[in-house]
């Protein structure tokens, strides 16, 4: 099938925002990033480059940036790159200004709503009810979709004709698309897998040792599976790129946000100093708080998420927390 699309707007000009507009530009006729940063903006527009988020990254003359939301409805697709917890709000500047029902939505984040245990395309569902919804996800660190290196992706839509038109537009020789209608499970898979990487940054923190770090992975894909079974997702996706390749990556990569901060925890820093280090969103700070109440009211043994809670807001140390998790009862492998 070949895409009905000719350009799109992207809602976020963050390193993820930037990247998704560098990916596209050669198959797109114009791309508009859109941001409520003012220097962000100026710094596309003049330089070609994004001056906060993937800096040595130049963009292609076809992309142009904006701090004006209105300006989306010149565009047949729209791209939200935003963290979760702006999903929300910047979804409802699009009902605001009166996006058409007709525009396609893909939601490229990862993440779970505090307050009301929402994935992020049920929360767009919530405030744009008639607009087509998809999901682009899978392990995609933007600091190497951004420099061309190969990556495989996942589109998720309970629409067939869409999943197929956004795996053609995204389809590239180095960015390789796969198609699913588990919504539930691509995004359930990229929101848990967040926290787990907080807790291998802190294993390696800790400098624990390579056969605990694989044991503690081990043990999350099987906890991953059995919360997002529980909450919607078939238990073959979290064998895929959203589920386990997701897992793989944001638990060991440099790039990982989520590492980093964790590793920050486990070498002594409280919470506090290791966001502030990073400078950027790491999603799994505020995951652990709404997949912890999730997990509690479905009863569901999460045995890791508990002690990243309790690590991250409620004052156990991190070496303490990794103690209680290896004194825990043997049980079979697979119960």
């Not at 003359?61 to 979760?84: G, K, M, Y």
């Not at 799994?284 to 479905?298: C, F, Q, T």
Request: net charge negative; hydrophobic share 45%.
């Amino acid at each position: 099938m070949t895409s009905p699309f000719t350009s799109a707007a992207i809602l976020g000009a963050g390193s993820l925002g930037t990247a998704l507009a560098k990916l596209l530009a050669p198959k797109l006729e114009s791309i508009l990033l859109v941001s409520i940063e003012e220097d962000v903006v100026a710094g596309i527009n003049r330089d070609h480059r994004n001056p906060k988020y993937l800096k040595d990254v130049i963009l292609a003359d076809n992309i142009r940036a904006t701090t004006d939301h209105r300006e989306i409805l010149d565009f047949p697709l729209v791209l939200v790159a935003v963290p979760s917890s702006a999903v929300r709000s910047e979804a409802g500047k699009l009902a605001t200004i009166g996006l058409p029902a007709n525009t396609p939505l893909v939601s490229c984040g990862k993440g779970i709503e505090r307050d009301t245990g929402e994935r992020l395309s049920q929360i767009l569902r919530d405030v744009l009810p008639e607009n087509p919804i998809g999901i682009l996800t899978g392990p995609n660190h933007a600091e190497e979709i951004a420099t061309e290196m190969v990556t495989c992706a996942v589109v998720a839509s309970h629409d067939t004709d869409l999943a197929d038109a956004l795996q053609d537009l995204f389809t590239l020789p180095f960015f390789r698309v796969y198609t699913t209608d588990d919504v539930p499970g691509v995004e359930l898979g990229g929101a848990v897998k967040n926290v787990y990487a907080i807790a291998a940054g802190m294993a390696h923190g800790l400098g624990v040792g390579d056969n605990a770090v694989a044991a503690l992975v081990t043990r999350a894909l099987a906890e991953m599976t059995r919360l997002g079974v529980a909450l919607g997702g078939r238990p073959e996706t979290f064998s895929g790129l959203s589920g386990v390749g997701d897992l793989i990556v944001t638990c060991f990569s440099e790039h990982s946000r989520n590492h980093r901060v964790g590793h920050a925890i486990g070498t002594g820093k409280t919470l506090e100093e290791a966001v502030a280090s990073l400078g950027m969103v790491a999603e799994g700070v505020p995951n652990a708080l709404s997949i912890h109440d999730a997990a509690r009211k479905l009863g569901v043994r999460t045995p890791i998420i508990d002690g990243i809670h309790a690590i991250l807001y409620e004052g156990k140390p991190a070496a303490v927390a990794m103690r209680e998790l290896l004194d825990r009862d043997p049980r079979p492998e697979n119960g």
